[in-house]
């Protein structure tokens, strides 16, 4: 998609999005989750949902709400905030919070940098890569033994490589050589003195299947996420926001471009797709026609390397 022009809806697209919303396989999705959340909460002391206000937090979010309802999520959201987060996002990431009565704990890259734990190279650099520490030092300052996130297995090679149940070392670390095998559904819990792990309820959806959830259960989402008129410039086949973080670069156009996107990460690296949709059932249709990846699509810092992901995951990324 990037910086191509809006797709056209045709009949003929149209068609195979109704095929595909099958009530029976959202419904074995959302079973699967609902049956991962609570096997989380029966078989560790101190777990905790990730919750950026991203659109695969607040469906595992729904997904919670249906398991425990609403106002008994048996453990607290976690949200590590770069400072460079979509100010449209975290308010709804704290609104949504509010209105399901659940505990949110926010901590911030700022906070690691005044501490001497994060350094950046230069005052420029993006923060992205940098929450792996941040979210490090609130794993030790909480002692969380699981950590719910929304990564799915086609946003990406290395997430690809990730177990529903992915275990992680005394530092926080992944190596993919070493995950445990995942048979039928016996995941195995098994943890020694700080480990954790990292637990991911959706890793079997599709971006797709995500969309047809949101439709179909009228998940309330951040209005980034549908069509609206954006400054932009063209750089490397992605559509760059122009912002204070993100400003064009000389010799650069400035163009107003209909956009929307198709994740809301940090601001420094994620960029909106040409779009019309104007709603979760349009974007359905887009999402059957798009020929790249979620974030091969949006995001400035997995373009550095095929490697880029695995690199920062193995480092403590979620």
């Known amino acids: 998609m990037n910086a191509r022009p809006p797709l056209e809806l045709r009949p003929e697209l149209l068609a195979p999005a109704q095929h595909q919303l099958s009530n029976a396989h959202l419904d074995a999705l959302e ?7 609570r096997e989380v909460a029966a078989a560790f002391e ?3 949902l990730l919750f950026s206000g991203g659109k695969d937090s607040l469906v595992l979010l729904k997904c919670a709400e249906k398991a425990f309802g609403t106002g008994n999520l048996p453990y607290p959201l976690l949200m590590i905030d770069t400072g460079h987060n979509f100010p449209e996002v975290t308010a709804f990431r704290d609104q949504r919070a509010a209105e399901l009565g659940a505990q949110l704990i926010v901590r911030n890259v700022e906070d690691s940098m005044k501490r001497g734990t994060v350094r950046l190279a230069h005052a420029g650099e993006s923060r ?5 520490v941040t979210l490090l030092e609130a794993i030790e300052e909480f002692r969380f033994d699981a950590l719910i996130g929304g990564a799915r297995r086609d946003e990406e090679k290395a997430r690809a490589k990730e177990r529903i149940f992915s275990h992680r070392d005394g530092f926080g670390q992944w190596n993919p050589k070493a995950q445990r095998p995942e048979l039928w559904t016996l995941f195995n819990t098994r943890l020694a003195p700080g480990e954790h792990f990292r637990v991911f309820p959706i890793s079997n959806w599709t971006e797709l299947d995500v ?10 989402l951040p209005g980034l996420y549908y069509t609206h008129q954006r400054e932009v410039v063209e750089r490397k086949g992605l559509l760059v926001p122009v912002t204070e973080l993100t400003p064009p670069k000389a ?11 198709r994740t809301v990460g940090d601001i420094t690296c ?11 059932n349009d974007i359905v249709i887009e999402t059957l026609a798009a020929e790249v990846s979620e974030r091969g699509a949006t995001r400035m810092d997995d373009q550095t390397s095929d490697a880029s992901m695995e690199k920062r995951k193995k480092d403590g990324y979620f």
């Open 211 to 220: 969309w047809q959830y949101i439709a179909r259960e009228n998940v309330a």
């Open 270 to 280: 994620t960029c909106p797709v040409a779009s019309t949709a104007a709603n979760a």
């Open 31 to 37: 079973e699967e989750t609902i049956f991962i959340l």
């Open 251 to 261: 010799g650069e156009q400035v163009v107003v471009r209909d956009v929307r996107f």
């Open 128 to 132: 992205n890569a940098h929450q792996s």
């Open 46 to 48: 101190r777990p905790t």
